[in-house]
């Protein structure tokens, strides 16, 4: 990515970053063809959207959307209890966010991960046109927030084609198992991807209780980075991965 920074010109620089991502992911795609030994036929890796790992340790992460209806003052209070908590949650967000929240984007990359949220339903588009939507969002988010968005949450249900992008891109698709609610229980289990909901003056005295309760049955919050397993590894249709 060092390489955009050395074209001052932005159509230039999505151009170059268009034109390696795409190398890349005929190299990725070409190493996912894998033979079916019974049908004796070539068929392209299948990807799912993460929801959970399958693991024997007590552990899970959080994640939450920022659409820009939020509060500001709403998201500063869940950043003050999720420090004091000692957990680091992963925010997915569009590059406009990014530019119009300057200040709360760096508070959440110091205590927490930023991520990519796609907007648009891409589903049914041919694979040229993701390649290019999605590297697209790509450098705009690298503009605005200085990182490659590692974690991608498509907010609506993504297709294999989609899905295969973004794993030829690096890129990990991030859904959930369970949402946080407003007293509800139990909703924090092992090797689990939990959603904080939608952020409002609830949400970080909800957050509190939730993750109170997982420590009192000896789940820990890990990190994102900390939880997954290596990009491409084997996930179900049920969004579990595995090693």
Same mark, same amino acid.
């Given at each position: 990515?060092?390489?955009?920074?050395?074209?001052?010109?932005?159509?230039?620089?999505?151009?170059?970053?268009?034109?390696?991502?795409?190398?890349?992911?005929?190299?990725?795609?070409?190493?996912?063809?894998?033979?079916?030994?019974?049908?004796?036929?070539?068929?392209?890796?299948?990807?799912?959207?993460?929801?959970?790992?399958?693991?024997?340790?007590?552990?899970?992460?959080?994640?939450?959307?920022?659409?820009?209806?939020?509060?500001?003052?709403?998201?500063?209070?869940?950043?003050?209890?999720?420090?004091?908590?000692?957990?680091?949650?992963?925010?997915?967000?569009?590059?406009?966010?990014?530019?119009?929240?300057?200040?709360?984007?760096?508070?959440?990359?110091?205590?927490?991960?930023?991520?990519?949220?796609?907007?648009?339903?891409?589903?049914?588009?041919?694979?040229?046109?993701?390649?290019?939507?999605?590297?697209?969002?790509?450098?705009?988010?690298?503009?605005?927030?200085? %990182?490659?968005? %590692?974690?991608?949450?498509?907010?609506?249900?993504?297709?294999?084609?989609?899905?295969?992008?973004?794993?030829?891109?690096?890129?990990? +698709?991030?859904?959930?198992?369970?949402?946080?609610?407003?007293?509800?229980?139990?909703?924090?289990?092992?090797?689990?991807?939990?959603?904080?909901?939608?952020?409002?003056?609830?949400?970080?005295?909800?957050?509190?209780?939730?993750?109170?309760?997982?420590?009192?049955?000896?789940?820990? +919050?890990?990190?994102?980075?900390?939880?997954?397993?290596?990009?491409?590894?084997?996930?179900?249709?049920?969004?579990?991965?595995?090693?």
């Amino acid at each position: 990515m060092k390489l955009g920074l050395l074209i001052k010109n932005k159509k230039n620089r999505s151009k170059l970053l268009l034109v390696l991502l795409l190398a890349f992911s005929f190299v990725a795609t070409a190493a996912a063809l894998t033979k079916n030994s019974n049908k004796n036929t070539d068929t392209i890796e299948v990807f799912y959207p993460i929801k959970a790992i399958s693991t024997e340790e007590n552990i899970y992460t959080l994640t939450a959307v920022l659409t820009g209806d939020e509060k500001e003052e709403d998201i500063k209070m869940l950043l003050s209890v999720c420090e004091g908590l000692g957990i680091k949650i992963t925010y997915f967000a569009e590059a406009d966010w990014i530019d119009d929240n300057e200040e709360l984007a760096i508070k959440i990359g110091k205590n927490g991960i930023l991520g990519l949220r796609i907007s648009k339903d891409l589903s049914g588009r041919r694979r040229n046109f993701v390649m290019e939507y999605i590297a697209d969002r790509n450098d705009e988010f690298f503009e605005k927030s200085g %990182k490659y968005a %590692k974690y991608v949450r498509v907010e609506n249900t993504p297709d294999q084609t989609l899905t295969q992008v973004l794993n030829a891109y690096g890129q990990y +698709c991030i859904s959930f198992e369970s949402a946080l609610t407003k007293g509800s229980t139990g909703t924090i289990t092992k090797g689990k991807i939990i959603d904080i909901g939608y952020i409002d003056e609830n949400t970080a005295y909800t957050l509190a209780q939730a993750v109170g309760e997982a420590i009192k049955n000896s789940l820990t +919050c890990i990190e994102m980075e900390k939880f997954l397993y290596e990009i491409g590894s084997d996930t179900d249709e049920y969004g579990t991965q595995y090693t």
